[in-house]
């Protein structure tokens, strides 16, 4: 059973937008922490950033200042606003959901290229 449902993602050149979206049950988004991982080819997964169910935001410094994270509540959606796009973004993201520290859902991952 698929508990979190990405969309958005694609090809898109230096400088550009992209927003990413991952729709839950609402009993996962009220109380699980959610954000986004990503993994460019060869390397490991890393986050990108997250989000708590009371709205309190963290993000890598690699995105500060250019990917914002959002949720709304009455959609059971959480949003992934990439902004100033440089090649080194490009990877595929994956949503994921934790409620103790450990990953306990994941998305099925969407590919992000930034390239001219």
């Known amino acids: 059973q698929v508990q979190l449902v990405e969309s958005g993602g694609g090809l898109v050149q230096p400088g550009g937008s992209l927003r990413l979206s991952c729709a839950t049950s609402?009993?996962?988004?009220?109380?699980?922490?959610m954000g986004w991982y990503r993994q460019a080819p060869g390397q490991q997964r890393e986050l990108v950033a997250s989000?708590?169910?009371?709205?309190?935001?963290d993000y890598a410094d690699s995105v500060k200042g250019r990917f914002t994270i959002s949720r709304v509540n009455d959609k059971s959606a959480v949003y992934l606003d990439l902004n100033s796009l440089k090649p080194e973004d490009t990877a595929v993201y994956y949503c994921?959901?934790?409620?103790?520290?450990?990953?306990?859902?994941w998305g099925q991952g969407t590919q992000v290229t930034v390239s001219s």
């Open positions: 609402r009993s996962i988004f009220s109380f699980y922490v």
């Open positions: 989000i708590s169910s009371s709205g309190s935001t």
């Open positions: 994921y959901a934790t409620r103790w520290g450990r990953v306990d859902y």
